[in-house]
């Protein structure tokens, strides 16, 4: 099957750390996304994992992959304002269909 | 940094009418995509297009649907005879590649509004 959950709602305090999760079902997925989408604007491209890695380390950014769960994490450390939107996680197999398969994406308030 | 642009931003239509989104990929891009997000569902994928042709189609892109690269630098997203249901963000992205380590890069998105 093709289905990504993610929890649809996040609240942390400024400069704590965030963590946001996503499970996935699909098994030949061989990357996996995030992308961040602000208030009126359209998907950024933030990060993405291979499936054979672990983990990936990009500024502020840290993803986990847990294949033999299949749960994917992000997270976001000294999380600012700014940080404020909706992240979505996504998959993306080399097999079958190519394109990108989105979770529902989980809205993050940070709180000043 | 390229981007991927669309317009207009939002679109206004009367249920039945023909609606045309316009995107310019990046410009070395040679795979393109439309997606759509229901206001409140998850972005759903619509169809791909890759050496003038689609390459790979949802369920959803039915006879109502069709796309068009009109010149070099134009990709287009035709819905004739609109329908309620067809409200939606509309998001056109492209890649260099097919493959998945090859990232799909988003534009703003076009909000379509039947009425």
């Known amino acids: 099957g093709e289905d990504v959950e993610q929890s649809l709602f996040l609240s942390v305090r400024e400069g704590d750390s965030s963590v946001i999760n996503c499970t996935y079902t699909?098994?030949?997925?061989?990357?996996l996304y995030w992308y961040k989408q602000e208030p009126g604007a359209g998907l950024q491209l933030l990060t993405y994992?291979?499936?054979?890695?672990d983990m990936k380390q990009d500024q502020r950014l840290t993803v986990l992959l847990n294949k033999k769960d299949k749960h994917l994490s992000l997270r976001i450390a000294d999380t600012q304002t700014g940080d404020s939107a909706i992240y979505f996680c996504?998959?993306?197999?080399?097999?079958?269909?190519?394109?990108?398969?989105f979770g529902s994406g989980t809205r993050l308030q940070v709180q000043p | 940094e390229p981007e991927v642009t669309q317009t207009p931003s939002h679109q206004v239509t009367q249920m039945g009418q023909e609606v045309i989104l316009r995107c310019v990929p990046i410009?070395?891009?040679?795979?393109f995509y439309w997606y759509r997000q229901i206001l409140g569902q998850k972005v759903e994928f619509l169809v791909s297009?890759?050496?003038?042709?689609?390459?790979?189609k949802s369920e959803i892109f039915d006879d109502q649907f069709s796309v068009e690269r009109p010149d070099g630098s134009n990709f287009t997203l035709k819905i004739r005879s609109t329908k309620l249901e067809d409200s939606a963000m509309y998001f056109c992205?492209?890649?260099?590649?097919?493959?998945?380590?090859?990232?799909?890069?988003f534009g703003d998105g076009t909000r379509l509004s039947i009425l």
């Open positions: 410009s070395n891009h040679l795979y």
């Open positions: 992205a492209s890649s260099l590649g097919p493959t998945s380590n090859q990232p799909q890069h």
């Open positions: 699909d098994s030949s997925s061989t990357y």
């Open positions: 996504a998959e993306h197999r080399d097999t079958g269909r190519r394109a990108l398969t």
């Open positions: 297009f890759y050496n003038n042709e689609i390459s790979e």
């Open positions: 994992i291979f499936s054979n890695m």
